[in-house]
Each structure stands twice: as structure tokens, then as C-alpha cells.
């Protein structure tokens, strides 16, 4: 059974950092590539970022470019989402997705972390 | 900038089907394969449709995706309770290498 469980949210003030985390089980971890994916308070779906399986790309909305940057450790089955000078807006659900295969749909996705940006 | 627009809420009968719309705009050409979720708040979303018309496993009959041109729609017969939730388009945009999702659709199954 496929698996992906967020960490790491919490309540951060504007101008902070947070590292989202996001364990993976249940597939061949290195075979896929990931995705982060945010939903602010009633708010749609909103894709951050991509890596590929091996990690040598990445790539992000424009949004968060220069602020989040997601990383992966295959040898760890887990995906991470650097979040630097966070915002208000910054306030959502995230959500870690795998690809069916590289830039080809999420096909499973975890249960969300809530990141609150708030002084 | 890359859009999909969805009607902001769509409703029908216990029973019967409804169809969510979802337009590309012109951007968007028979390589761009369109993908559907549904959400319920405060759970993981779900792939319905991938490919624009097909199904995972898993995913009963009721629900169907087609594509004609740069629009897509979803389909879901046999309206059930438990069908009331949000429901997203997506594609990937290989000019921009960006994930795009339309606004979202509210199911409402009155």
C-alpha cells in the first residue's frame, strides 16, 4: 500500500523558516518522481514544486521561486520542502504527491501538514 | 499564464449525473493530458480520471473524463451522498514545466 505521510508544520512567524518532511512507503521510492502541493483556508489546490526521481531537477510555481526549494533523500524514501521568508499567505495545508512517473500526475497523495504564518 | 477554469459549484439529485467542465485556454493542444481529483477537506485528495479519460483501479464506472479540444469534463452518474466534495483538473504545462489546477468545482448532492 502506497504511504506518504507529511511532517513538520507549525505555527512560524512571517519572515521565518520551516523544513516540511514527507516519508514515503508501500512503492520503489527512487523510480518516481515528487511534488509538493499547498491549500490555502479556502483556497483550490495550488502545485509548489517538482523533483525528479534522482533529483538532478527541480522545478517550481512561480510564486515560490527563490523562497521554497524541495529536495529529496532516496536513500531515506523521503521528499522535504525548504520554506524560507514565509508570508502570510504562506498559511495552508501541504501536501506531498507522487508522480505516476516524472511530470505525469500525482497519483497518491498524503494526508497534509497545516504551516500558519502568524506573528 | 497557464489556466483552467472550473464552475465554481455544480449540483444535482441523489441519483442522478452532473458534468464539471473544465477549459484550457488556448495554450493547450491534444498533448496536454488532462487529470482529475476529488477532495474532501482534510483528507488526501483522490486521482479520479488520469490521461483525460482514464480510470485507476479502484474507481468505480460512475465516474468518467473526456476531452475534446482544450476542454475536458468530468463526469459522475448515480449521484451519491457521499460524492459531495471538491473536484480539481489538472495538466502538466510542458512549455512553462509548471503543474497547473483549475479553481476547483464544489459538488454539492442536494
Not at chain 1, 508544520?9 to 511534488?35: E, K, T
Not at chain 1, 483556497?43 to 524541495?70: N, P
Not at chain 2, 485507476?56 to 464506472?61: F, L, N, Q, T, V
Request: with cysteine.
Amino acid at each position: 500500500e502506497v504511504r506518504l505521510v507529511e511532517s513538520g508544520g507549525v505555527v512560524v512567524q512571517p519572515g521565518g523558516s520551516l523544513r516540511l518532511s514527507c516519508a514515503a512507503s508501500g512503492f520503489i521510492f527512487n523510480d518516481y518522481a515528487m511534488h509538493w502541493v499547498r491549500q490555502a483556508p479556502g483556497k483550490g489546490l495550488e502545485w509548489l514544486s517538482l523533483i525528479t526521481w534522482d533529483g538532478r531537477s527541480t522545478y517550481s510555481a512561480d510564486s515560490v521561486k527563490g523562497r521554497f526549494t524541495i529536495s529529496r533523500d532516496n536513500s531515506k524514501r523521503s521528499v522535504y520542502l525548504q520554506m524560507n521568508s514565509l508570508r502570510p499567505e504562506d498559511t495552508a495545508f501541504y501536501y506531498c504527491a507522487k508522480d505516476r512517473g516524472a511530470a505525469a500526475g500525482f497519483d497518491y497523495w498524503g494526508q497534509g501538514t497545516l504551516v500558519t504564518v502568524s506573528p | 499564464q497557464s489556466v483552467l477554469t472550473q464552475p465554481p459549484s455544480v449540483s444535482a439529485a441523489p441519483g442522478q449525473k452532473v458534468t464539471i467542465s473544465c477549459s484550457g485556454g488556448s495554450s493547450y493542444t491534444g498533448n496536454n493530458y488532462i487529470f482529475w481529483y476529488q477532495h474532501l477537506p482534510g483528507t488526501a485528495p483522490k486521482l479520479l480520471i488520469y490521461d483525460n479519460d482514464k480510470r485507476p483501479s479502484g474507481i468505480p464506472d460512475r465516474f468518467s473524463g473526456s476531452r475534446s479540444g482544450t476542454s475536458a469534463t468530468l463526469g459522475i452518474t448515480g449521484l451519491q451522498t457521499g460524492d459531495e466534495a471538491d473536484y480539481y483538473c489538472g495538466t502538466w504545462d510542458g512549455d512553462l514545466s509548471v503543474w497547473v489546477f483549475g479553481g476547483g468545482t464544489k459538488l454539492t448532492v442536494l
